[in-house]
């Protein structure tokens, strides 16, 4: 982290304005400021582990720090990141097993219940169904209301038309509805 | 469905999901050494790399210094160092000749990132001696050019004129790949002094019908497959019976000895280096692309017959090409795997290459 070791130099951030003019270091420092927790978050909502959204949200950002010098461009390195993301999330998922992924998510009732706020039991039950969709479905629903991205950056992060998004969200959202309504 | 939900259901459903998947989000604090991690990341992944630090390198040098460390070499990045960088070969006329990938990755996770934007490592020509041969095919409007390894199909000398017969003489393994050079050709000689190849075809090589397009492709054809094939060979002076040509096919070649033209107006915007065509392998199967797309993104699908069976995508280089590879998981079956670059205005797609393949 020091300077003689050569990889990462940089503490200071120049003025946003200043991107293109950025080195890498710059670059990842001031995108971590940004984005980082909001990614980590979104990667966990796709992984329901903090830890391993983690990893997946580091190893993408190191994997922007040395693309940068083709993006100079903060827009553009944000889609790298979300890509890399969801694609990091797709090939965690691919390694966890299975039965991990398939079992129900820890105080889905009992905990919330004492609470007695029909807030909670309602997003305990959301957050479930969206936990149980397949993942196509569960990236577009989370890209779209998590994250709040566009049917175009949702298409791009996803790596699929934008035609597919609105399928796969709307196939989502109706089994969403019909798994609350299975609930109640 | 929501007619027996009752009053349970939310009234807007996209709200609700908004507003549940924000406050779970909330509950999710993340560590706070990322930015100490990443920064650790980073520098395993640049030590060593010479180069030191600084925001002055070009994409290519950081890609370079990339593979270096991985493929413990250091190359650069010109002219023919990417027809080294292939792992497997198709050997469509003999035995496998088994490679292993000269870009290894160093873990798992980095399989999303770009590898290597095409530097060739000595451990490349591990690849069985075998040949690159460039081919040409009508790609969304345009003849580019593609890139397969052969086998050599006997034990020539000389790598330039053994690929250049077989890419005269040899079959494409991809069907969509085509040789506009009259088979009937043949080689009269082949030198190479002083880094120049001059090669004399005979008469046959100029009775070939192409548009102008195609046949600067097909020029540049034997370019790239002389130059990639013998690195001693920088230039090319095309003979036919014996006389340099100015024109072929009606059409001006272009002034001699002739050179590469730059990748990005030739070659094909994305190559799927693996699986090759007609390769089996277990799974997962590793799916490698060589190309340049807008932000890099390459959409990668995977059919099997008419039905589409997975899509992903992977991460290459704008302005210049890189090399980017990805898993698939897939049962047992023969599918195409296609790619396709993204429109920066409309989104569309557009396929690139497409290779045919089993899983065992």
């Known amino acids: 982290m020091s300077g003689s070791d050569g990889a990462f130099r940089s503490d200071t951030v120049p003025a946003p304005g200043d991107e293109r003019r950025w080195d890498a270091d710059h670059a990842v420092t001031a995108l971590y400021g940004a984005h980082y927790r909001q990614l980590v978050r979104l990667a966990a909502l796709l992984l329901h582990d903090v830890g391993a959204a983690e990893e997946v949200v580091q190893e993408a950002f190191i994997g922007l720090h040395g693309r940068w010098p083709g993006l100079r461009d903060s827009g553009a390195a944000l889609g790298y990141l979300r890509r890399s993301v969801v694609n990091g999330s797709r090939s965690a998922l691919r390694h966890r097993d299975v039965v991990e992924r398939h079992a129900p998510a820890p105080g889905v009732d009992g905990a919330s219940a004492e609470e007695g706020a029909l807030a909670a039991l309602e997003r305990r039950a959301v957050v479930d169904a969206v936990r149980a969709l397949p993942l196509r479905q569960r990236e577009a629903v989370v890209l779209r209301y998590y994250a709040d991205l566009s049917e175009e950056e949702v298409a791009a992060a996803m790596g699929i038309s934008r035609g597919s998004v609105k399928t796969h969200t709307s196939r989502g959202l109706a089994a969403v509805r019909e798994a609350l309504g299975r609930a109640s | 469905m929501s007619d027996r939900s009752g009053p349970a259901l939310p009234d807007d459903l996209e709200d609700a999901v908004r507003r549940a998947l924000h406050e779970e989000a909330a509950s999710m604090e993340p560590a706070g050494d990322g930015l100490a991690r990443i920064r650790e990341g980073v520098r395993e992944t640049s030590s060593g790399d010479g180069t030191g630090a600084g925001g002055r390198r070009t994409l290519l040098a950081v890609a370079a210094a990339g593979v270096a460390i991985l493929a413990g070499v250091g190359v650069a990045l010109a002219g023919r160092g990417d027809d080294a960088t292939v792992a497997t070969p198709p050997t469509p006329t003999s035995a496998p000749t088994t490679a292993v990938s000269a870009t290894p990755t160093p873990s798992p996770s980095v399989s999303a990132s770009p590898t290597a934007a095409g530097a060739g490592s000595p451990t490349a020509s591990a690849s069985g001696g075998a040949l690159p041969v460039y081919y040409v095919a009508d790609v969304a409007g345009q003849t580019r050019l593609y890139r397969e390894f052969h086998a050599p199909s ?10 250049l017969e077989e890419m005269l003489h040899g079959e494409p393994a991809d069907p969509d790949y085509t040789s506009l050079w009259p088979r009937s050709t043949s080689v009269i000689s082949y030198e190479v002094s002083d880094g120049t190849a001059t090669v004399d075809l005979s008469a046959d090589a100029a009775s070939a019908s192409a548009g102008p397009e195609q046949t600067t492709a097909s020029v540049q ?34 002034d001699q000895p002739l050179q590469r033209a730059p990748a990005l107006d030739v070659q094909g915007l ?8 007609g390769t089996t392998s277990g799974s997962p199967v590793t799916v490698r692309v060589y190309g340049t797309a807008f932000e890099g993104n390459v959409v990668l699908k995977v059919f099997r017959g008419a039905t589409e069976v997975e899509s992903t995508f992977v991460t290459t280089a704008m302005g210049s090409f890189a090399e980017a590879s990805t898993e698939i998981d897939l049962a047992p079956g023969t599918y195409s795997v296609r790619a396709y670059d993204e429109n920066a205005e409309d989104g569309t797609l557009t396929e690139r290459d497409s290779k045919d393949f089993t899983v065992r």
């Open chain 2, 154 to 163: 006997a034990a020539p000398a000389d790598a330039g004129r053994a690929a």
């Open chain 2, 221 to 254: 054809q034997l370019v790239y497959t002389l130059t990639a094939a013998d690195p001693a060979v920088k230039r090319v002076r095309l003979l036919v019976g014996g006389q340099q040509v100015k024109t072929l096919w009606g059409h001006p070649v272009g």
């Open chain 2, 270 to 277: 994305i190559w799927i280096i693996d699986p090759a065509q």
